[in-house]
């Protein structure tokens, strides 16, 4: 998975029947206490939103805990979110900012000063699940650091000889972190990772996939994960990317409708130089049913921008001047798309014909 897709996928929630839980939900967020101070005696808030905002406020506070030494906020912060199931509302699951926020820390050819932060963790909690899941965040991360983005046939004997063994120790590493980290849908996200990288048999591979979704029927990264070997770069086709799109909308829609056939389409959007609703299997009816979902359980204005961005790139006026309208001054257009911006697709939607 590129850099570029991972930074862009930073886009009714399943909390806990405990309201006190609720309550006290995001204790870790040092970033909102400090924006949006709470008056002494002031009684903490029944409900707590947890928005694209707080899905970063996440991601950068799951890794400064460990730099600043405050090693029992991250494993708390992961076990917290993946018992609450709890999402935002542009749909992300909260543990995906865990996933998203290690990622990055090891996306960088020197890693130096992160892992002599990350060694002290596991010298004061060598038991800590989440630590043995972040070494093998660390060792796939590394792996395609070594790597690159290009075709293996263009990238140095060195570079492959490092992506391979970097692939080994993150095997290693999955296995170090047994059973217990197979209860966190992070492992099975790296485990498909290196799977899919090492060129493992396509039933094995998939066999891995469906026992990653059997536990994490709805988390998005599975998916993206898997679907990205059935593209043409991998020796795939678009009508395969088209039947795994239609298996996963099959397999979601009791909780997201169609949802998954926008963001699936979106995220071969990003891995795809072209016009997808020309170049692959998909199609704007489909999609815009999607995102009509999408925007139905998860009304964030990052979703909506989402799905004006590529009602622009549609083509449907009448939808992008909706949502355009609605925005206001909160749209934010271009995601996954480039050359479409707020303003370009502005100018498309009220201009007369």
Known sequence: MSRTIRRALLAAALVSTTLGFVAHAQWWNKDEQRLNPRPPGTPAPTEVVYSFRTFHQARMAVTTA???????????????????????????????????????????????????????WSRAKPDSRLRKLVEAIRWQRQAWVARGGSYASSVPGEGMMLFRERLALATKALEAAEPAGKESPLWYWVALIVAGSSGQPTAQFDGLFEEAVGRFPHYHTLYYTRMNYLLPQWGGNFDAVDEFVAKSVERTRSVDGEAFYAWLYVDVARKFDGDIFTGTRATWPKMKKGFEDMVARYPDNWNKSLFATFA?????????????????ALAHLGQASPGYTTDSCRRFAFTPA
């Open 66 to 120: 460990v730099f600043n030494e405050e090693y029992d906020t991250p494993d708390r912060m992961h076990d917290e979110f993946l018992q609450s199931g709890q999402r935002t509302t542009h749909g992300l699951f909260m543990v995906e900012a865990i996933q998203y926020g290690w990622d990055l820390q090891f996306d960088s050819p020197d890693t130096t000063h992160v892992m002599r932060s990350v060694d002290k």
């Open 312 to 328: 622009c790139r549609a083509r449907d006026k009448e939808t992008t001047a909706r949502l355009l309208t609605e925005l206001g």
